[in-house]
């Protein structure tokens, strides 16, 4: 089995995207776990009308630790919950990642957008350096695809990091199992955090913050201000 643990606040908005796009998978053998942090609007009780466990959570970190220990399955999928999945996306990634035998991996991101900027910048800045450094710079964002026994080696998630915790998450999960992107397929993400703070200065932030982590380690102090689903406007 498959488990699907998507940590939240305040998602009533974008949470049912997702899930509709998980309800529409062919490969069916998977659990979903929604792990809250008391949010103050329908999303515990989206995710229970869509028939998923909901257990409380916290910020990202704490909400993945709290729904991997609730979890029945062998893999985990640790997913954002304003992204989107496109057709047959669970069966093409577990196919790979079985076939390359793969212990933990990571996707490639495409905007929620059709600009032909927009997607050029995230290949640029993100899908082709994973792509061509993954194995000596192993990272990622938004989706995580990991066996539970490497998750349990690696001691979970470290609740103390504020920003880029995916990343140096897949850099000791590198360090003990194989690593690898998968490459038939991918997720499309939400550009709220863009449109609210800017392109740029995001650009500058998260460029700033992963120098950080391979130069000083991870951020445990929150100088660049993260706030965790601040956001609530509904649109991509």
């Known amino acids: 089995m498959l488990s699907i643990v998507i940590p939240t606040l305040n998602e009533e908005k974008y949470l049912p995207r997702l899930l509709n796009c998980l309800k529409k998978q062919k490969f069916k053998d998977y659990e979903v776990i929604v792990a809250d942090a008391d949010s103050k609007d329908k999303t515990r009780e989206i995710a229970k009308d869509f028939g998923h466990k909901v257990v409380k959570g916290g ?39 079985k076939e390359r035998n793969l212990s933990v991996a990571a996707l ?12 050029f910048l995230f290949n640029v800045f993100y899908n082709y350096p994973l792509l061509i450094f993954g194995k000596k710079w192993p990272h990622g964002m ?3 695809l990991i066996e539970k026994s490497l998750h349990k080696k690696i001691g979970g998630w470290d609740e103390t990091i504020i920003l880029l ?7 000791r999960a590198s360090k003990v199992g194989r690593f690898g992107t998968i490459k038939t397929t991918k997720i499309f993400s939400s550009l709220r955090r863009f449109r609210d703070e800017g392109l740029i200065p995001n650009i500058l932030k998260y ?25 609530k406007d509904g649109k991509p």
Do not use: H, M, T
């Not at 915790?165 to 850099?171: G, I, L, P, S, V």
């Open 207 to 231: 460029g700033f913050a992963n120098l950080y982590l391979e130069i000083k380690g991870p951020l445990r102090k929150n100088f660049l201000k993260y706030k965790f689903n601040y956001l």
């Open 142 to 144: 938004q989706a995580v």
């Open 108 to 119: 490639c991101s495409s905007p929620i957008s059709k600009s032909r900027i927009l997607k």
């Open 59 to 97: 910020l990202p970190s704490v909400g993945r630790n709290i729904g991997e220990q609730e979890s029945r399955g062998n893999l985990i999928l640790f997913l954002d919950a304003d992204i989107l999945l496109p057709d047959d996306f669970l069966k093409n990634i577990l196919k790979e990642f």
């Open 165 to 171: 915790e995916d990343c140096e998450y897949f850099k």
